[in-house]
C-alpha cells in the first residue's frame, strides 16, 4: 500500500500526528507494535495518575473527620484502585482508536522496519510513504549495578502491572517518576525509602519547593536520602540495596525495590543504520523542523532527547505534520510547562529564579503563599506558594514555579501568557474568578507589579 505519511510507533506523539496529517489531508497509515497511546496511556501518565487519585483520596479521607465525614474503620483496596486505572486505560485506548478511524487513519499492528526511506515493513509485509514520522519512544533505563537484574527489581513498567500493594519500597531514583511513587505508596501507609545520587531530590526545581515538598514527604513517613551512590541489589523476598554516602558504606531493605533513574529511546532494531538516519548519542539527531538528515524522514518524542513528556511528544508531531505539508514550522522548548503529581501538586514553566540569574537577567519576582488563598483554605490545604519570575524593566515573564493544589492546571495560565509575550502588569489586570486556587497567580503579579513595569 502506498501512504503520503507513515508515522511509527501509536505514542502520544506518533497517534497525534497520524491525525494532523490526516486533518491535513494526507493519506496516513500509524504502525503500533503494541497498544495506541504508547508510554503516556499504557505505562506512564494515566496509570500514575489513576492511582494517585486514588491514594490522594484515601489520604484526604483519613483527615475528612474535620469536614464532618466521619468514616468507620477506613481501609484500603489495591487490587480495587489498579482495577480501577485499567478501566480508564481501557477507555481511553478505545478512545485513541475511534478518533484514528474517525479520522480516516489507517491502523497496522506489528512492529515496523524502516527498509529505505519510503519503506516500512510490518510483519513480512511492506507500506509505502513520500514521508515518515519515527515516534518509538522510550523504555526504563536500568543503570550497570551488579545485582539490577535480579527478577525482584522493579521499573515503573512492572510497578504499573502490580495487582499486590507492597508493604516497604526502596526506590531508587528522586526524579519526578520515583517522588511520584513515593507519593503513592506512603499515601496508603507504606515505607518508603528514596536513594538520589545527586545532592536534592527533583534537581532543576526551584529549591525552596523541593524544601517544602521534602519536609512535607517526610511528614509522610518518607525517607529521603540524597548523595547516596547505589552500590549493589541483593535479595529476592527481601531486598537490599547497599550504597555509600559520604563514603560510608549503608544499606536500605524493603520487600520492593523500584529504580527510575530514566529512559532510554527505543531505537534499537528499527533500521536506522539500513536507512542512514544520524543518532545524537542514544538518540536520533533531528534539527528545528524535527527533520533527520534523511529529508523526507521526521522524529519526534522521547527519541529525540529533547524533553521526555507526552504534551512535548504531541507538539512534536503537529509540528512535523505541518512541515510535511510545507509550512516550515520551528520547535520551540521554551514555554513547556512540567508537572509532579504529588500532594499538594508542583508545576513550572519556564525559568526558575536561580536560572534567570545564571542568564543574567535581571528580575523580580512576584510570590504568595497558598495560606493566604481562601478556596486553599476551604480545601483544608495550606503549604505551597507561587513564584512568577519577570522582568525588572519590562515586566515581560520569564517564569514560574508553583507547589499548590491543583498546581498542573493552573500553570497552563503562566504557560498561555508566556506564549503571548504577556507581562506581569496584564497578568495583574486579569479579574480572577473568587475564590479559586488560580487566584495565587494574580497575587503574585500584584506582589511584583510596582516594583517592575516602571514604564507605568
Ligand atoms: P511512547 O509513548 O513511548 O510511544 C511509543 C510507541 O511506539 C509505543 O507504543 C511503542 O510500542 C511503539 N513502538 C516502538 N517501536 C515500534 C516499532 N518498531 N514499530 C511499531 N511501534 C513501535 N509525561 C507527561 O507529560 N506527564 C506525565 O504525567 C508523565 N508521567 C509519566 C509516568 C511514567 C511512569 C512514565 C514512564 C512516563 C511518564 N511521562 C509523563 C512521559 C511520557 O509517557 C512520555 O514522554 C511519552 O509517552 C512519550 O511519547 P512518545 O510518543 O514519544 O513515545
Given amino acids: 500500500m502506498r501512504y503520503d505519511v507513515a508515522v511509527l510507533g501509536g505514542g502520544p506523539g506518533g497517534y497525534e500526528a497520524a491525525i494532523r496529517c490526516s486533518q491535513y489531508g494526507l493519506k496516513t497509515v500509524l504502525i503500533?507494535?503494541?497498544?495506541?497511546?504508547?508510554?503516556?496511556?499504557?505505562?506512564?501518565?494515566?496509570?500514575?495518575?489513576?492511582?494517585?487519585?486514588?491514594?490522594?483520596?484515601?489520604?484526604?479521607?483519613?483527615?475528612?473527620?474535620?469536614?464532618?465525614?466521619?468514616?468507620?474503620?477506613?481501609?484500603?483496596?489495591?487490587?480495587?484502585?489498579?482495577?480501577?486505572?485499567?478501566?480508564?486505560?481501557?477507555?481511553?485506548?478505545?478512545?485513541?482508536?475511534?478518533?484514528?478511524?474517525?479520522?480516516g487513519v489507517t491502523v497496522i499492528k506489528g512492529f515496523g522496519v524502516l527498509k529505505n526511506s519510503n519503506e516500512i515493513e510490518i510483519n513480512g509485509?511492506?507500506?509505502?510513504?513520500?514521508?515518515?514520522?519515527?515516534?518509538?519512544?522510550?523504555?526504563?533505563?536500568?543503570?550497570?549495578?551488579?545485582?539490577?537484574?535480579n527478577k525482584s527489581i522493579m521499573t515503573s513498567d512492572e510497578v504499573l502491572e502490580m495487582k499486590q500493594c507492597p508493604e516497604s519500597l526502596v526506590i531508587i531514583g528522586g526524579g519526578i517518576i520515583g517522588i511520584e511513587f513515593a507519593t503513592l505508596y506512603a499515601s496508603l501507609g507504606k515505607k518508603v525509602m528514596v536513594l538520589e545520587m545527586q545532592p536534592e531530590i527533583l534537581l532543576g526545581i526551584d529549591k525552596e519547593i523541593v524544601k517544602e515538598l521534602s519536609r512535607i514527604l517526610k511528614r509522610k513517613g518518607v525517607e529521603i536520602i540524597t548523595g547516596a551512590k547505589v552500590l549493589s541489589i541483593e535479595g529476592?523476598?527481601?531486598?537490599?540495596?547497599?550504597?555509600?554516602?559520604?563514603?560510608?558504606p549503608k544499606s536500605a531493605a524493603g520487600s520492593c525495590c523500584i529504580v527510575s533513574v530514566g529512559r532510554k529511546a527505543q531505537i534499537d532494531n528499527i533500521g536506522l543504520e539500513t536507512v542512514g538516519i544520524r543518532r545524537n548519542g542514544s538518540f536520533i539527531?533531528?534539527?528545528?523542523?524535527?527533520?533527520?538528515?534523511?529529508?523526507?524522514i521526521y522524529a519526534i518524542g522521547d527519541i529525540t532527547g529533547k524533553i521526555q513528556l507526552a504534551h512535548v511528544a504531541t507538539?512534536?508531531?503537529?509540528?512535523?505534520?505541518?512541515?510535511?505539508?510545507?509550512?516550515?514550522?520551528?520547535?520551540?522548548?521554551?514555554?513547556?510547562?512540567?508537572?509532579?503529581?504529588?500532594?499538594?501538586?508542583?508545576?513550572?514553566?519556564?525559568?526558575?529564579?536561580?536560572?534567570?540569574?545564571?542568564?543574567?537577567?535581571?528580575?523580580?519576582?512576584?510570590?504568595?503563599?497558598?495560606?493566604?488563598?481562601?478556596?486553599?483554605?476551604?480545601?483544608?490545604?495550606?503549604?505551597?506558594?507561587?513564584?512568577i519570575i519577570c522582568d525588572e524593566a519590562t515586566g515581560e515573564i520569564y517564569g514560574a514555579q508553583i507547589m499548590a493544589p491543583r498546581a498542573t492546571d493552573i500553570i497552563g495560565e503562566i504557560a498561555v501568557i508566556m506564549e503571548c509575550e504577556g507581562t506581569i502588569e496584564e497578568l495583574s489586570n486579569?479579574?480572577?474568578?473568587?475564590?479559586?486556587?488560580?487566584?495565587?497567580?494574580?497575587?503574585?503579579?500584584?506582589?511584583?507589579?510596582d516594583l517592575c513595569c516602571n514604564t507605568l
Wanted: proline content about 5%; some cysteine; overall charge negative.
Fill in 236 to 248: 529476592t523476598d527481601e531486598i537490599t540495596v547497599n550504597y555509600e554516602k559520604g563514603d560510608q
Fill in 32 to 103: 503500533e507494535a503494541r497498544e495506541l497511546g504508547g508510554t503516556c496511556l499504557n505505562r506512564g501518565c494515566i496509570p500514575t495518575k489513576a492511582l494517585l487519585h486514588g491514594a490522594e483520596f484515601f489520604d484526604e479521607a483519613k483527615g475528612a473527620e474535620e469536614f464532618g465525614v466521619l468514616f468507620d474503620n477506613i481501609a484500603f483496596d489495591y487490587e480495587k484502585l489498579t482495577a480501577y486505572k485499567e478501566k480508564i486505560v481501557g477507555r481511553l485506548r478505545k478512545g485513541i482508536e475511534g478518533l484514528e478511524k474517525a479520522h
Fill in 285 to 296: 539527531d533531528v534539527d528545528a523542523h524535527l527533520r533527520t538528515n534523511v529529508p523526507n
Fill in 315 to 387: 507538539k512534536q508531531g503537529m509540528v512535523a505534520a505541518e512541515n510535511i505539508i510545507g509550512k516550515e514550522k520551528l520547535m520551540k522548548y521554551d514555554v513547556v510547562p512540567s508537572c509532579v503529581y504529588t500532594n499538594p501538586e508542583i508545576a513550572w514553566v519556564g525559568l526558575s529564579e536561580d536560572q534567570a540569574i545564571k542568564a543574567k537577567k535581571k528580575i523580580k519576582v512576584g510570590r504568595f503563599g497558598v495560606g493566604g488563598n481562601g478556596k486553599a483554605s476551604v480545601m483544608g490545604h495550606s503549604k505551597g506558594l507561587i513564584k
Fill in 125 to 149: 509485509e511492506s507500506v509505502y510513504a513520500d514521508h515518515i514520522i519515527i515516534a518509538t519512544g522510550s523504555s526504563p533505563f536500568l543503570p550497570p549495578i551488579p545485582g539490577i537484574d
Fill in 430 to 449: 486579569t479579574i480572577h474568578p473568587h475564590p479559586t486556587v488560580c487566584e495565587i497567580v494574580m497575587e503574585a503579579a500584584h506582589d511584583v507589579e
